[in-house]
């Protein structure tokens, strides 16, 4: 079983910056990706940006330019660092491990406020 843990979320004023981090936990396989997600209210949950233990990464057109995502593999985690932020970025953020094939693992999500 595996386990995410984020952190960092909370109320930004539009132009800010958040980092938010996850940590993985339990049987982590050494090949997986890691990325971060978000759902907005009335709107399904869209990828913002995943990584890969190779580091190759991707990320949502919307978020391209303001935000960066890294991880440690060594310690099984993954950071999202975000500027610039706008209003339209307020959402709950989702942790998401990719592992084994379609093995797919999700934090409880953090809350992002971005106010205007």
């Known amino acids: 079983q595996v386990q995410l843990v984020e952190s960092g979320g909370g109320l930004v004023p539009a132009g800010g910056s958040l980092r938010l981090s996850c940590a993985a936990s339990?049987?982590?396989?050494?090949?997986?990706?890691m990325g971060w997600y978000r759902q907005a209210p009335g709107k399904q949950r869209e990828l913002v940006a995943a990584?890969?233990?190779?580091?190759?990464?991707r990320y949502a057109d919307s978020v391209k330019g303001r935000c960066t995502i890294s991880r440690d593999n060594a310690k099984n985690t993954v950071d999202l660092q975000m500027n610039s932020l706008k209003p339209e970025d307020t959402a709950v953020y989702y942790c998401?491990?990719?592992?084994?094939?379609?093995?797919?693992?999700w934090g409880q999500g953090t809350q992002v406020t971005v106010s205007s």
């Open positions: 998401n491990l990719i592992q084994g094939g379609a093995n797919t693992y």
């Open positions: 990584i890969t233990n190779g580091i190759f990464t």
């Open positions: 339990g049987t982590i396989f050494s090949i997986n990706r």
